[in-house]
């Protein structure tokens, strides 16, 4: 009775992570299998044959490489400035007491709120002002200003639950706010920097609707968008093939940047859960 | 080394109450004194430590560091050492690099940091340590590395906010004797913070007691024990605390002010009208004294202590029980009546306001 009971317990829960995973790998094992497979429309479960042609197609007939090194670009100057704003900002807004200081906080949380559609018609006066229009500047730009408020919020977060002991220690000790921040607070921040500096990455990679108004030019598209504009033979064929290939390209630098940092992205979100 | 001068210093924490943490405090502490500031939670003791290291601004009043006045002086500038009561060690380095960390910014050279910080690690005893990180080290050997840092600098003075409050018993005894030895050597004004009586009686050239803000009394520790200044430094210095009696003062008469009986009794006081007589437990007798005051008790509580046993006794002329210490062990039943004696020479005598009377014979409390 009670093995039987045992028994139906493991198979239930291996039915459950079984149902989990197909849920989760699924579109992705459709990506990559039509990504080797056939170009057509239609899905098929596994690849009738095998072969890179999509991927040769999707470098030959669009600058696809150029609009990688346009994200990479895009996305590394994003974090570099975001974080390096962020973590001077959250050290006011965790360490020196000022007037206005929970208002300012709320008002950056408030901000972040703001769907991308609200803010698109102002941003785009903006970069026009600034002569960034079909330029890289402008996506910079405009995804620092969206993965800032986060990016604030988050090290605010954790720069106040260091010991306020420790700065003091620094101080007697004769470092400057700066040597503070860089020689002292960062190190300690590091899980959460990383953690940070990846979600603003990730989002950066991954956006869309700014990338395709602010830029007008091929060479200057990042991928989500070129992806987008890859084309097939006729108007009426969407070309599966070479849209999953470039999409599993793009994919591949993510899990990378994730499979490295992953220890530290787990040590950020859930450090100071437990005093250490 | 450095001598150290306040001059009503005063510390107002701007806010919705302006909340006076620090009220007029003239103090000097001398070249290479160990002074160790003492009093209940919020008197004001840390607010005063961090001032002096320059971590609080100070509202009112002058400091000096010898003859500079050091007000306006950043904490690098002062010339302080401070050892943390979280020790507040920084967390991703070695115990070498923490030691070297605030010579590394004043640009000093690798072969003269090396020199000094081992030179440190082996007046402490932690050389075997230097490669590790803080997380691998116990409370006392943080502690110990702490101390290195604030050492290492060679400051003209050391500053200590409760050190030693996160250690065990044994352990606050064992560091405590390492501190005093490590002054004797370095012969450094030491500023000490604490709440604990014992700490401040084993380690202090000088006792400063905070209540509220204010200083209420400075002295050797002897001094502080022997002739406390007022009720609060009489009651707060001592273990387990003086016993208070409200007394109606005629002269050198005093009558016990809350008993229906009057009864009188000479001391070596001149007072009028309504005072507080205050005796020690250790210096109340069980046994019959020329001169001493006889008082009836019932015993309530009996602590035994090893050493000594705490007697709890009721008696008819205050609504506080008698706390009476013994030495050695003494068997006694729960409301057992007996007679304890109270020399006069090692009675105190304060005034309405709190505040010392002094005394008028030459005979000095043993």
């Known amino acids: 009775m009670n093995t039987f009971k045992l028994r139906t317990g493991q198979v239930l829960f291996a039915l459950a992570v079984l149902a989990l995973l197909l849920y989760t790998i699924f579109p992705f094992y459709i990506a990559i299998a039509t990504s080797f497979g056939a170009g057509t429309g239609d899905h098929v479960y596994t690849p009738a044959y095998f072969d890179l042609r999509n991927y040769l197609s999707v470098f030959k007939e669009q600058p696809f490489f150029h609009n990688i090194l346009n994200s990479a670009l895009v996305s590394f100057a994003t974090v570099a400035i975001s974080l390096l704003i962020a973590v001077t900002a959250s050290y006011a807004l965790a360490r020196v007491h000022f007037r206005g200081r929970t208002m300012l906080l709320l008002t950056v949380l408030g901000v972040s709120m703001f769907p991308q559609v609200a803010v698109l018609s102002g941003m785009f006066e903006l970069i026009r002002m600034l002569g960034l229009y079909n330029s890289l500047g402008s996506l910079i730009l405009s995804y620092t200003v969206f993965s800032l408020p986060f990016s604030v919020w988050i090290l605010t977060t954790f720069m106040r639950g260091i010991p306020k002991d420790l700065e003091e220690a620094a101080i007697v000790d004769g470092a400057t706010p700066w040597q503070i921040i860089t020689r002292i607070f960062m190190p300690v921040l590091w899980p959460a920097l990383v953690t940070t500096g990846l979600l603003a990455f990730i989002g950066a990679w991954n956006e869309f609707m700014f990338a395709i108004t602010f830029i007008l030019s091929n060479e200057n598209r990042t991928v989500p968008v070129a992806i987008s504009m890859i084309s097939g033979d006729s108007q009426y064929e969407l070309p599966w093939g070479p849209v999953m290939a470039a999409s599993v390209v793009v994919t591949v630098p993510l899990i990378a940047l994730v499979l490295i940092f992953q220890r530290k992205i787990v040590e950020g979100l859930t450090a100071g859960a437990v005093k250490g | ?366």
């Open chain 2, 1 to 366: 080394m450095s001598s150290i001068e306040f001059v009503k210093l005063d510390k107002v924490y701007k806010g919705l109450n302006n909340f006076h943490a620090v009220k007029g405090v003239d103090l000097s502490i001398k070249d290479g004194e160990f002074v160790v500031f003492v009093g209940p939670s919020g008197c004001g003791k840390s607010t005063l430590l961090r001032m002096i290291a320059g971590l609080e601004d100070i509202s009112g009043g002058d400091m000096y560091f010898g003859s500079r006045r050091v007000n306006t002086l950043a904490p690098k500038e002062r010339g302080i050492g401070m050892v943390f009561q979280s020790y507040a060690l920084y967390p991703h380095m070695s115990v070498y690099d923490n030691m070297a960390f605030g010579l590394s910014l004043e640009k000093a050279s690798s072969q003269n940091i090396d020199e000094k910080v081992r030179e440190v690690a082996a007046t402490l005893q932690i050389e075997h340590l230097l490669e590790r990180k803080p997380k691998e080290l116990s409370g006392g050997q943080r502690q110990r590395v702490a101390i290195g840092r604030a050492i290492v600098r060679q400051p003209n003075v050391f500053l200590f906010d409760e050190p030693l409050s996160n250690l065990d018993a044994s352990l606050r005894v064992q560091m405590r004797i390492e501190i005093i030895k490590l002054h004797q050597r370095l012969k450094t004004t030491s500023i000490y913070v604490t709440h604990d009586q014992v700490e401040a009686m084993t380690m202090a050239d000088k006792i400063v007691v905070l209540s509220q803000g204010r200083i209420m009394q400075v002295g050797s520790p002897l001094d502080i024990y022997n002739s406390p200044a007022n009720t609060f430094v009489a009651g707060f210095m001592g273990s387990p605390n003086m016993n208070f009696i409200q007394v109606t003062a005629n002269g050198s008469q005093l009558a016990a002010a809350t008993c229906d009986v009057p009864r009188s009794f000479e001391v070596p006081f001149q007072h009028q009208g309504a005072a507080t007589l205050g005796i020690r437990p250790e210096h109340i007798e069980l046994t019959p004294q020329p001169g001493a005051l006889q008082l009836e008790c019932q015993v309530s509580v009996v602590e035994h202590l090893g050493n000594e046993t705490l007697l709890y006794l009721n008696t008819d002329v205050s609504d506080q029980p008698l706390v009476v210490a013994v030495a050695g062990e003494k068997s006694m039943q729960i409301g057992e009546k007996l007679s304890v004696y109270l020399p006069p020479q090692c009675c105190h005598l304060f005034d309405a306001n709190g505040d010392a009377i002094a005394r008028l014979a030459t005979t000095k409390p043993n």
